[in-house]
């Protein structure tokens, strides 16, 4: 069985929502929207995810749930979806990282890792 069958492609582009942030409570919005795209040969589907999402003083969360936004898209091959949605934390730099659980239509089963980004302002960055 070849690996190149179950290839998906993760991209994520995050943005500080200032209108939603409250930095004198030390809330910090975040959006960010993903892009997943199907790069192999057989349809497959998002089943779950799980985020982790670490602040600067290193406070963890954890999300585990059913498919994303409320959608468990199956993806032809070539076809993309794409979704927004958001986080907050505690200081005004932190990371997201996490994984995609997918079933392909011949039952094959895997795990998309996502790799690690950054939630940052733009304060954050000087």
Do not use: K
């Not at 290839?7 to 582009?13: C, D, H, P």
């Not at 239509?105 to 960055?125: K, M, N, S, W």
Request: hydrophobic share 35%; proline share 5%; net charge negative.
């Amino acid at each position: 069985m070849s690996e190149d069958r179950y290839q998906i492609e993760v991209e994520i582009a995050v943005r500080y929502v200032p209108e939603q942030s409250d930095t004198a409570r030390h809330e910090f919005a975040f959006a960010y929207t993903v892009r997943i795209t199907n790069r192999g040969t057989v349809p497959s589907q998002l089943i779950s995810r799980h985020w982790i999402i670490e602040d600067q003083h290193q406070q963890v969360i954890e999300v585990n749930g059913l498919g994303v936004v409320g959608h468990q898209p199956l993806l032809q091959p070539g076809e993309t979806f794409e979704y927004t949605s958001g986080s907050r934390i505690q200081s005004n730099a932190g990371t997201m990282r996490g994984s995609y659980f997918f079933v392909a239509e011949d039952g094959h089963r895997f795990d998309v890792e996502i790799p690690q980004f950054a939630l940052c302002t733009p304060q954050a960055l000087h």
